[in-house]
């Protein structure tokens, strides 16, 4: 059972556009939602994160969308750049409970120049 | 310095081989996990251990066998290659159970010919 679906799977976007990759949950008990980034040979690591508390969190150029009653959030990249060319996951977890962390499938952003 | 180091960055093996991948962490958190990432990017967790205890072990073949000498290393022994286990492994590391936040090493590339 897929309990978070992302998408698209694959994006491509023109430098200085604005990126946006979409992530759905099913179970409600969720309420911690951190988006992770992935370059290729590394280790995904830790962007940015929300609570269902806000509905919008912003660092930087890096913008999460909550939508709790649609059980669903967004990350939206602004003014993307080369550099952020990389494969981004949407996850999900109860609080406090890192160990049962459920990733989305991915999605592979290339920025061209 | 690297905060989460495994070796090593690539296997290629035989089928019915065994093989062990090593993980290191100098964060001094208490917490370690396995992850697989299969041909599609798509994130698992197979193990969890906590302060050398074994805390999650997601459905995996038994032939996989964690090890946690001590809280600072998590190391994982494959019995037995088969070609479906041909993915990149990750080990993570977070600050306690409760911790939400994963600090990811850059992987091992399984490959089992």
């Known amino acids: 059972q897929q309990q978070v679906k992302q998408s698209p799977q694959s994006l491509i976007v023109q430098k200085g556009g604005i990126s946006i990759i979409n992530c759905a949950y099913e179970?409600?008990?969720?309420?911690?939602f951190p988006w992770y980034q992935q370059f290729p040979g590394k280790g995904p690591a830790l962007l940015i994160a929300i609570r269902p508390d806000v509905s919008e969190k912003k660092e930087g150029r890096f913008t999460i969308s909550f939508n709790k009653s649609a059980k669903q959030f967004s990350l939206h990249i602004m003014d993307s750049q080369p550099g952020d060319s990389a494969t981004y996951f949407c996850a999900a977890s109860k609080t406090g409970s890192a160990r049962q962390l459920t990733f989305g499938s991915g999605t592979q952003l290339t920025v061209l120049p | 310095d690297t905060a989460v180091s495994q070796t090593p960055k690539y296997l290629v093996t035989q089928m019915g081989n065994d093989k062990s991948i090593k993980c290191e962490q100098n964060?001094?958190?208490?917490?370690m996990y396995w992850y697989k990432q299969d041909s599609k990017k798509f994130l698992k967790i197979m193990f969890s251990y906590n302060n050398k205890e074994l805390i999650i072990n997601e459905t995996v073949p038994n032939r996989f066998s964690p090890k946690s000498p001590d809280k600072a290393h998590l190391n994982l022994h494959i019995n037995s290659l088969e070609l479906g286990d041909s993915a990149v492994y990750f080990c993570a590391s977070s600050q306690g159970q409760a911790s939400e936040k994963l600090f990811f090493g850059s992987g091992t590339q399984l490959s089992v010919l």
């Open positions: 964060l001094g958190h208490d917490t």
């Open positions: 179970n409600t008990a969720f309420d911690y």
